[in-house]
């Protein structure tokens, strides 16, 4: 019997300061711990024929967070999108950002960009990354999208459909099947609200740097556990 996947898989990457915490390290290593187990689970997932990983990088709300802490972020982002991603553009995986432009550094932007046009042709799977992401600013940028084509006679209300607002949010993918929250916090934080309508919630309590291939098995365990039934029987 064919084996029951999710198609689209959310990581809210939790507890990476709390890592650290109880190991006596700063924030910041914990950050690099999370960042250095991301490849081979990434990898892991797609060996796994799940093609579309969406991940909350960086929230609208984490620019509030010192500013040592919030500078050493854009770093490793940096360095992730000029290095350490490079396998999975081996991979043939398109990687692709959603959230806002603003307060995002120009050399992180420019990279984010790059990043996306030399992984546009990548059939393999899809790898979106949340970073100054807010799902209620999501639904709010979408808003004033289809607002400006409606004010500027490009499209009818009554042309205004499910469709519609599907290719106005910030990426146009499928509903997230499963999101998974590391750390053991209950709570979706703002994280792809309109994606994640029916998804499968599960909250482990390892925190994000111990989330290895062996732990999103059993989470995948889990999610084949649950029965779904999008509002029906
Ligand atoms: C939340 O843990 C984690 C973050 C705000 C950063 C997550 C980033 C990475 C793992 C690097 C990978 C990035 C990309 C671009 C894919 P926390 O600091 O809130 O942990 P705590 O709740 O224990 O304090």
Request: proline share 3%; with cysteine.
């Amino acid at each position: 019997m064919k084996e029951v996947l999710p198609y689209h898989v959310g990581i809210i990457m939790d507890g990476n300061g709390r890592w650290a915490v109880e190991r006596g390290l700063s924030r910041s290593e914990g950050h690099q711990a999370g960042a250095e187990n991301l490849e081979s689970l990434l990898c892991h997932i797609y060996d796994r024929h799940i093609p579309y990983v969406s991940l909350y990088a960086f929230s609208t709300e984490n620019f509030k967070r010192a500013e040592k802490e919030v500078s050493f972020l854009m770093n490793l982002f940096l360095d992730l999108f000029q290095k350490k991603l490079v396998k999975l553009k081996k991979l043939n995986v398109q990687i692709l950002f959603s959230g806002r432009r603003e307060n995002i550094p120009e050399k992180v932007w420019l990279a984010m960009k790059k990043l996306e046009e030399e992984t546009k042709e990548g059939n393999r799977g899809v790898l979106n990354i949340c970073l100054n992401y807010g799902g209620q600013y999501e639904i709010v940028d979408m808003t004033k999208k289809i607002v400006s084509l409606a004010l500027s006679g490009k499209l009818k209300v009554s042309d205004i459909t499910k469709e519609k607002v599907e290719e106005n949010l910030y990426q146009n993918l499928p509903p997230l099947d499963f999101v998974i929250r590391t750390s053991g916090e209950k709570r979706i934080s703002n994280f792809m609200l309109y994606q994640s309508a029916y998804a499968e919630y599960y909250f482990p309590k390892v925190y994000f740097p111990d989330f290895d291939c062996e732990e999103f098995d059993k989470a995948i365990l889990e999610f084949q556990k649950r029965k779904r039934r999008f509002g029906g029987n």
